[in-house]
């Protein structure tokens, strides 16, 4: 694997981990506040990110090269409601999607086909991604203080099951 290629998935690795650590700190704050649903949804997410990292490790290893597990840094872990965590959760799979596409560019200028392969699978679970975050954002913008909608969403969080597993 070309060293270009390996450094940034290294770095992907890294992101994805870091992600996992957000929703966990976000899963914190949620529990905290009572909202025991939206917490669960995160904690979950967290172990979904973490099988995310898991897979370019399991990858990494496969072509046998090192994986190189950089520091991951201390998440924000205060926020101003569980509206503002699903903000920040939309906001951070944004940025994981143009981390995505960026690797998949490189992979793809420096010819490195196997990884490209690999990355279709990330590329189409950002677009899902994205689209469960940004829909549970417009539900809270609907639903503003209502404390009655508010219960209710939160036990529609807390209705997911759980992380599905790589590939699925
Ligand atoms: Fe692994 Fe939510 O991006």
Redesign the pocket.
Known sequence: MNPLVLEAINRQINS?LS?SYAYLAMSAYCECQKFTGAARWLRLQSQ??NM?AMKLFDFVLARDRSVELLAVDGPKSDFASVAEVFQRALAQ?QE?SRQIDALYETAFTEKAFSTVAELQWFLT??VE?EKTAREIVAKFRMIGDDPASLLDLDRELGARSAAKTVGQ
């Open positions: 994805e992600a979904e990110e995310h799979e994981v679970e950002q991604e």
